[in-house]
């Protein structure tokens, strides 16, 4: 049966957001499917000049966009799949995961290239937790400042002079035609990315068999066992998409997938930082498999003492 009207794609109003809406659009596009493009303003933009955890937390960039999904006002809502909250909306699935950019965080450096490079003292902007603990473990002689707006304003305030360096995703600054900014990408096992960093989530009502369909070609199949990995990693660990939580999964030479996974603490008083990793490796004999994979890979953070590292930074953050 034919769809009687344009397929509706929502995005936020950023331009990362509306770069990465049109890249899917395209590809909509080029199968033959009527798109429009609705912009929907969340709480995250509006309210840039508060932390994240202050004006909701998990969620803050997702909710409105799911909300214009469940009213019928968008067909499919486009995230940064780092953004969107492990726990499934009612109504709401994850049709498909396209392929990955680059997953990890680059730092931007203004008075010199690399991390170890910087002088001391050096004021590094960022307001990521799990980026300001591990970059206080690599060097703790420098300042971690809070740094939010979009990748825009934060390379503006850069080229200003506020900072000395700036720690963005990659993928971000990739896909803006950025990457020429880059001065270090930072990588595992001294940096870890956030869970499902650099992935695109397509999100569509559950019971919309017209959209699911047209989406379908869109998903690509390792980097969606990679994210369900990293996610199912985050769930187990109750850890959420603000936590000091780092994971990075992957093919493996041999064709296994492969999924580190890390959970940070730093101690504010004396910044004094605790790093635990544990890897776990599976061969993808069927759909269950990643989502085992990454139960596997909490599990063992739990027993080396995730739990209750987690438990003493969201007091500290609260």
Not at 40 to 62: E, Q, W
Not at 199 to 221: E, F, K, M, N, S
Not at 232 to 248: D, K, Q, S, T
Request: a neutral charge; hydrophobic letters at 45%.
């Amino acid at each position: 049966m034919p769809a009687t009207h344009p397929l509706r794609v929502g995005t936020r109003a950023s331009a990362l957001a509306r770069t990465q809406t049109g890249w899917v659009v395209d590809r909509l596009r080029a199968q033959g499917v009527d798109v429009v493009v609705e912009t929907i303003t969340t709480r995250g933009d509006d309210r840039s000049d508060l932390p994240i955890a202050k004006i909701g937390g998990d969620g803050v960039f997702v909710r409105e966009l799911e909300q214009a999904l469940r009213d019928g006002r968008i067909d499919v809502a486009v995230h940064s799949l780092k953004d969107l909250p492990t726990a499934e909306s009612p109504g709401l699935v994850l049709a498909c995961v396209p392929e990955r950019a680059t997953p990890f965080d680059a730092l931007v450096g203004r008075t010199a290239p690399r991390l170890d490079e910087l002088p001391s003292g050096a004021v590094v902007g960022t307001s990521s937790i799990r980026r300001v603990v591990q970059l206080k473990a690599a060097r703790p002689d420098l300042q971690a400042v809070p740094l939010r707006g979009n990748v825009d304003t934060r390379l503006r305030k850069l080229d200003a002079g506020e900072y000395d360096a700036v720690i963005l995703a990659a993928a971000g600054l990739e896909r803006l035609g950025l990457a020429d900014r880059i001065t270090q990408l930072m990588q595992p096992p001294e940096f870890w990315p956030a869970v499902a960093q650099g992935a695109l989530g397509i999100q569509v009502r559950a019971d919309d068999v017209q959209t699911l369909a047209a989406v379908a070609p869109l998903d690509h199949a390792t980097t969606h066992a990679a994210v369900i990995a990293e996610r199912r990693m985050l769930e187990n660990l109750a850890g959420g998409c603000l936590a000091p939580i780092g994971a990075w999964a992957r093919l493996s030479a041999a064709g296994g997938l492969v999924l580190g996974g890390c959970v940070l603490e730093m101690d504010e008083p004396t910044e004094v930082v605790r790093r635990i990793v544990a890897e776990e490796t599976v061969a993808i004999r069927d759909q269950t498999e990643p989502a085992a994979l990454g139960e596997a890979v909490a599990a063992r953070l739990r027993a080396a003492g995730a739990e209750a590292m987690l438990q003493r930074m969201r007091t500290r953050l609260a």
